[in-house]
């Protein structure tokens, strides 16, 4: 396996938890955990002292809790507490003339910002330099095969993509898939098997919620598998750079 496609952070994150058996408390804790978990505020429901999701799926406090706690056999798609403002609208990528030097990585990354602009999402990513950019993201180089990013902060994408320069030895579809998991991390994307890097990359542990939440996105399927999306931790040299289905259904969720 190869070199893990973004940088990992560990640390503790929390889960809301309420107490006593009054129905308005067990409602409340269900609601809270149900957001945390992804679902939109205007989904959920209260009739007769239960909660609905979808306005027909009744959902028990237990069943909440549990939605909070993914195991190894639940490995949906995941994203950070902190996502892109629906403000933003342009988001302009900006490589530096030492990324620009590398054929293949700046290639990869046109493919990249081809595979966001093709799902009519409530942004485009452009090329820069730019004009109209609501966010910017610089693309420079660093060091090995991978690269690494951030989450996004008070709104905004991560500024930063570090794309290694041994990726210049590898295909332009794994360049493209490459820099677009790290664009990924920087509109709020965790890794979909973050709760077991033994998947994609042969070894690892969990990373756990990392400070930043690991919500899982409603639709997106129940298991993490090898070559099964452009954000698993690691990746392989077939790379295509191409979206897998549960993908492009946890972007539409999202953007």
Same mark, same amino acid.
């Given at each position: /396996?190869? +070199? +893990?496609?973004?940088?990992?952070? *560990?640390?503790? %994150? !929390?889960?809301?938890?309420?107490? %006593?058996?009054?129905?308005?408390?067990?409602?409340?804790?269900? @609601?809270?955990? &149900?957001?945390?978990?992804?679902?939109?505020?205007?989904? @959920?429901? $209260?009739?007769?002292?239960?909660?609905?999701?979808?306005?027909?799926?009744?959902?028990?406090?237990?069943?909440?809790?549990? /939605?909070?706690?993914?195991?190894?056999?639940?490995?949906?798609?995941?994203?950070?507490?902190?996502? $892109?403002?629906?403000?933003?609208? +342009?988001?302009?990528?900006?490589?530096?003339?030492?990324?620009?030097?590398?054929?293949?990585?700046?290639?990869?990354?046109?493919?990249?910002?081809?595979?966001?602009?093709?799902?009519?999402?409530?942004?485009? /990513?452009?090329?820069?330099?730019?004009?109209?950019?609501?966010?910017?993201?610089?693309?420079?180089?660093?060091?090995?095969?991978?690269?690494?990013?951030?989450?996004? !902060?008070?709104?905004?994408?991560?500024?930063?993509?570090?794309?290694?320069?041994?990726?210049?030895?590898?295909?332009?579809?794994?360049?493209?898939?490459?820099?677009?998991?790290?664009?990924?991390?920087? @509109?709020?994307?965790?890794?979909?098997?973050?709760?077991?890097?033994? #998947? !994609?990359?042969?070894?690892?542990?969990?990373?756990?919620?990392?400070? *930043?939440?690991? #919500? &899982? #996105?409603?639709?997106?399927?129940?298991?993490?598998?090898?070559?099964?999306?452009? /954000?698993?931790?690691?990746?392989?040299?077939?790379?295509?750079?191409?979206?897998? !289905?549960?993908?492009?259904?946890?972007?539409?969720?999202?953007?």
């Amino acid at each position: /396996m190869f +070199k +893990k496609a973004a940088v990992l952070v *560990v640390s503790c %994150g !929390s889960v809301l938890v309420g107490c %006593g058996t009054d129905p308005r408390s067990e409602n409340q804790e269900i @609601i809270s955990n &149900l957001i945390e978990a992804g679902f939109p505020a205007g989904d @959920i429901t $209260v009739v007769e002292d239960s909660v609905y999701v979808g306005r027909d799926a009744h959902v028990t406090l237990e069943a909440s809790r549990e /939605m909070l706690q993914p195991g190894e056999g639940s490995a949906e798609q995941y994203r950070t507490n902190n996502l $892109v403002s629906h403000s933003v609208t +342009k988001i302009c990528i900006n490589p530096t003339s030492t990324f620009n030097s590398y054929s293949q990585l700046s290639a990869g990354l046109d493919l990249a910002i081809a595979n966001y602009n093709a799902l009519g999402l409530t942004f485009t /990513m452009a090329r820069g330099p730019a004009t109209g950019c609501s966010a910017n993201i610089t693309a420079q180089t660093t060091s090995g095969a991978g690269g690494f990013a951030g989450f996004p !902060s008070g709104g905004l994408p991560y500024g930063i993509i570090n794309i290694g320069t041994g990726l210049q030895s590898y295909s332009v579809d794994v360049n493209e898939h490459v820099i677009t998991h790290e664009l990924g991390h920087t @509109i709020g994307f965790r890794h979909s098997d973050f709760y077991n890097q033994v #998947i !994609s990359c042969g070894s690892g542990t969990n990373e756990g919620t990392a400070g *930043v939440g690991a #919500i &899982l #996105i409603p639709g997106t399927p129940s298991t993490s598998t090898v070559g099964g999306s452009i /954000m698993n931790a690691c990746f392989r040299s077939t790379e295509t750079g191409e979206w897998s !289905s549960s993908d492009i259904t946890a972007l539409h969720y999202l953007y």
